[in-house]
């Protein structure tokens, strides 16, 4: 005990904290990059073990009492949640961030991109070679062609994208500066081939249009008409409710936009019919006993499940954090929230913030330390 009291004594505890949350932050990160999840018996000793990181890092922080104040409000929306919708992903999101203090996002950006990157290597080069199952399907092209897809050890070939997609966002996110005619052909050219081995639509297409942003953000220097970036969440949420609350199968433009998204807009609107809207969250179970599909659209698994008033509060920060991005010329940060804004249409991973790492940068309404006051370009 002795021993203990010296070493406490004599060690940096702030230091001991930050440590601790990126030990945290990385057990997570790794699980996700080799799609582990609750259901695995090793993501469950794994997760104990990153929750305990995660103890000594509140433990060893000094809060203040405003701090103090909005921790527990979060935190007590994020149990509320977890007990209501019995889904985890917002207790932990929520965990994440308002351990945050003293962290630098730039520090977990060069954790999430490494490990993401070398899991991807791992994954499908594994693969390859026979170490693990390929993962061989088949799936029908647009012209209702059976193509022959793969899923590299990670269960489905959208999966085995979204996991290539992720570890090309953050490449591109951590040597944003560098960015050039280069980067784009070999970055291009590795969403292609696994485009071309997963015949995933959604991913690709998000890809290129993270490129657009990147080309916009390079060329455009008027800082006025960069605010655009901060409308892709806003646009990307207003799209997602119009479309719920107004598809007719029967207008030419509806029916059209719900092909384009296979079906997710008559899943939606189905379910918005069946179960309406709610003030307040609700359990899964009420969707279950009328089940329509998944709702694989961010915007709207937030506002069904969550209930109007968390997903208005969830906004609002989201909004309030892309302005603050944008009034320290945050532009690669923005970027990368409108690539995900968008994917956010089409799938749910968006809201966790071990998958969307951007997720946390909600970090800097409650500590502006985390992420650096100017990016130079």
Not at 197 to 219: A, E, P, Q, Y
Not at 279 to 291: A, C, G, N
Not at 299 to 312: D, E, H, N, R
């Amino acid at each position: 005990m002795n021993t203990v009291r010296t070493f406490l004594k004599n060690a940096d505890v702030k230091k001991i904290g930050v440590v601790s949350f990126y030990a945290y932050f990385a057990i997570n990160i790794l699980m996700k990059a080799f799609s582990y999840d609750h259901g695995d018996n090793i993501y469950k000793w794994f997760f104990y073990t990153a929750i305990l990181f995660w103890g000594i890092k509140m433990v060893f922080t000094t809060y203040t009492m405003w701090e103090v104040f909005w921790i527990a409000v979060m935190m007590g929306i994020g149990v509320m949640l977890s007990v209501i919708t019995r889904q985890n992903m917002w207790l932990l999101s929520i965990m994440t961030v308002v351990a945050m203090k003293n962290c630098r996002f730039s520090v977990i950006a060069q954790i999430a991109v490494w490990i993401r990157c070398v899991a991807a290597v791992i994954l499908s080069g594994g693969s390859l070679i026979g170490i693990f199952d390929i993962g061989e399907k088949t799936k029908l092209d647009s012209g209702y062609v059976e193509q022959h897809v793969y899923g590299f050890a990670m269960g489905e070939p959208n999966t085995a994208f979204l996991t290539v997609f992720l570890a090309l966002l953050l490449v591109l996110y951590y040597n944003y500066e560098k960015l050039n005619v280069l980067w784009c052909g070999v970055t291009s050219l590795i969403a292609l081939v696994f485009y071309k081995m997963t015949f995933c639509r959604t991913g690709v297409l998000v890809f290129f249009f993270c490129w657009v942003l990147i080309l916009f953000d390079k060329v455009v220097k008027s800082k006025n008409i960069k605010s655009v970036l901060v409308c892709s969440v806003p646009v990307g949420a207003a799209f997602s409710l119009f479309t719920t609350l107004f598809y007719n199968g029967n207008h030419a433009l509806l029916y059209k936009i719900n092909h384009l998204v296979s079906g997710r807009v008559y899943i939606m609107n189905t379910y918005y019919k069946d179960q309406g809207l709610s003030l307040f969250p609700r359990t899964q179970e009420i969707f279950y006993t009328s089940y329509h599909g998944l709702i694989d659209n961010s915007y709207m698994q937030v506002t069904f499940y969550a209930g109007i008033l968390v997903a208005v509060l969830f906004f609002v920060i989201i909004l309030k954090t892309m302005l603050r991005l944008y009034r320290m010329e945050c532009y690669k940060e923005l970027v990368m929230i409108g690539t995900l804004a968008l994917y956010g249409v089409l799938e749910q991973f968006v809201l966790n913030g071990f998958m969307n790492i951007f997720l946390l940068l909600c970090g800097i309404l409650l500590y502006p330390g985390i992420v650096e006051e100017k990016h130079e370009k």
